[in-house]
């Protein structure tokens, strides 16, 4: 079964940082791209970063460039996303996504998300 | 950055009618645009990608037209399981982007 389960999520104090992780099962993970999409509370879809299946190329959004990176570790089927100087409107659930099912940018299989909150 | 518009913020349709549903890109996105529904929850799903192409598994009442800048959803005789909030996304450019959502909701 194609699979992305994330984990990492948790509360965390304005400033800090937080690695969440993404692992994948049942493809072949380095043939595809996979996206990082959050959803604050109560909020829309906002796509955050993205690696393409090398790693040799990432993406991001304006609102967290330079704050956060993404990376992958092909051997351990696992997506990474760092993220450092934490704000208040981080908090919301993220989600991997593969990219590629059906061509590059379509998310066709997404994970359950993991929840960040930034609190004091 | 491409915005992406939908309309309306919500829409009321009672089981077994149809349903339309609206997405404006700011600027031309060509064919690359997928719609995605996600329910209280839930992980969003993949509908339809390349404006008009159903992902697998997905009923053939819902059925996406358009390209350019305006794209539209359509859902067919409303089944129970419909109700939930829609989005699209465009993936011509980078950064990927997606609307704001249609709340679709029993009338």
């Known amino acids: 079964e194609v699979q992305l389960l994330e984990s990492g999520g948790g509360l965390v104090q304005p400033g800090g940082s937080l690695r969440l992780s993404c692992a994948a099962s049942?493809?072949?993970?380095?043939?595809?791209?996979v996206s990082w999409v959050r959803q604050a509370p109560g909020k829309g879809l906002e796509w955050v970063s993205a690696i393409s299946g090398s790693g040799g190329n990432t993406y991001f959004a304006d609102s967290v460039k330079g704050r956060f990176t993404i990376s992958r570790d092909i051997s351990k089927n696992t997506l990474y996303l760092q993220m450092n100087s934490l704000r208040a409107e981080d908090t919301a659930v993220y989600y991997c996504?593969?990219?590629?099912?059906?061509?590059?940018?379509?998310?066709?299989?997404w994970g359950q998300g993991t929840t960040v909150t930034v609190s004091s | 950055e491409i915005v992406m518009t939908q309309s309306p913020a919500t829409l009321s349709v009672s089981p077994g009618e149809r349903a339309t549903l609206s997405c404006r890109a700011s600027q031309n996105v060509n064919y690359n645009l997928a719609w995605y529904q996600q329910k209280p929850g839930q992980a969003p799903r993949l509908l339809i990608f390349?404006?008009?192409a159903r992902a697998t598994g997905i009923p053939a009442r819902f059925s996406g037209s358009g390209s350019g800048t305006e794209f539209t959803l359509t859902i067919s005789s409303l089944q129970s399981e419909d109700f939930a909030v829609y989005y699209c996304?465009?993936?011509?450019?980078?950064?990927?982007?997606f609307g704001q959502g249609t709340e679709l909701e029993i009338k």
């Open positions: 049942g493809f072949s993970f380095s043939s595809y791209a």
């Open positions: 390349g404006a008009s």
């Open positions: 996304q465009q993936y011509n450019n980078w950064p990927r982007t």
């Open positions: 996504a593969r990219e590629g099912g059906y061509g590059g940018g379509v998310m066709d299989v």
